[in-house]
């Protein structure tokens, strides 16, 4: 798979977990527990990617499959934290802070290696993430101060950065799919005794077609989500480099309220068209060595104008 290709596979998962926020917030609303959620979202992925990738996973070597144990531990602390948040702040700070992992990324970057991001790296993620401050905050309501949601959120998009780090380092040596299918078996694991210490398991009833539509709609949500956005993810991940990873697959911040505004019928507002224009500016900008065009442009001219003096 070449980068471009990769990009699109990167493009497509913020796509599919934008569609993803109107599933959850149709999941959320019906009365589920977050917990449930998250365990019927990753035991359905969990299936399908051990059902449709068995033999490949069973030939997997030890260090594929402890790599997928070790990097299934900040998946589910990455959710965990930032689900446990939004209970305890609003859904605008919650989104704002939780993206805040395409900055902490570069840090990230430089702890673990000593190595600094691009400036113009830097800039784009800078412009992604202002684009989603302008989608995702309601500056006319937003609480002031800092509470305990806000605080844990911000442990959940630092687990969300590591994530992304390690899973951009591993995956480069590994299979991305076995990588996935055991991140997928631990979240499963870790989101159900996150589920019996919170809320229990879900109550459906079979008679009941709105009963019955919930769960359908988990289900869905756990194999497009789950399972087909996160191998996306993981295979995008190892044709590219981890900071133009994350700030492609944060459009998902954009293709979000797009899908509110098609389904729910959500007002379209000028916040939002400025905060897409400006996350795409970060999307291209991440892709385009602006400095490299501009000395070319540069050297174009100048040849242009030596070819006009002789």
């Known amino acids: 798979m070449n980068r471009n290709i990769a990009r699109v596979v990167l493009l497509s998962a913020g796509l599919i977990w934008g ?29 399908f990617i051990f059902a449709i990738f068995l033999r490949r996973i069973i030939k997997t070597d030890k260090e594929t499959i402890k790599s997928g144990l070790f990097l299934g531990i900040f998946l589910f602390l990455g959710f965990f934290f930032q689900t446990w948040g939004l209970e305890e702040t609003t859904a605008s700070k919650n989104a ?17 290696e000593r190595k600094i991001v691009k400036i113009k790296t830097l800039l784009a993620a800078l412009i992604t993430f202002i684009g989603i401050i302008v989608i995702s905050v309601d500056f006319k309501n937003i609480q002031s101060g800092i509470n305990i949601g806000d605080f844990l959120t911000f442990i959940g998009a630092i687990f969300w950065g590591i994530h992304i780090y390690l899973l951009g380092k591993v995956v480069k040596k590994k299979d991305p799919v076995v990588l996935m299918a055991f991140q997928l078996l631990v979240v499963s694991i870790l989101a159900f005794i996150a589920m019996q210490i919170k809320a229990g398991i879900p109550i459906v009833d079979f008679s009941e077609w709105d009963s019955l539509k919930i769960l359908l709609s988990g289900i869905l949500i756990g194999f497009f989500a ?17 900071t133009e990873a994350a700030i ?45 065009l501009l000395r070319k442009t540069k050297n174009d001219r100048a040849n242009v104008k030596d070819k006009h003096l002789n």
């Open 19 to 47: 569609f993803g926020f109107v599933v959850n917030k149709y999941i959320l609303d019906s009365g589920w527990d977050d917990s449930q959620l998250l365990f019927v979202r990753f035991f359905t992925a969990a299936i």
């Open 96 to 112: 704002l802070i939780t993206a805040g992992y395409i900055v902490f990324l570069p840090l990230i970057i430089y702890i673990f």
């Open 226 to 242: 789950s399972f087909i956005g996160f191998v996306f993810q993981s295979i995008g991940q190892k044709h590219s480099n981890e």
């Open 248 to 292: 492609l697959i944060s459009t998902e911040s954009v293709f979000g309220p797009i899908f509110a505004i098609l389904i729910y019928h959500e007002i379209f507002n000028v916040n939002l068209i400025i905060g897409m224009v400006m996350v795409f500016l970060g999307v291209v900008l991440s892709e385009i060595d602006i400095i490299e």
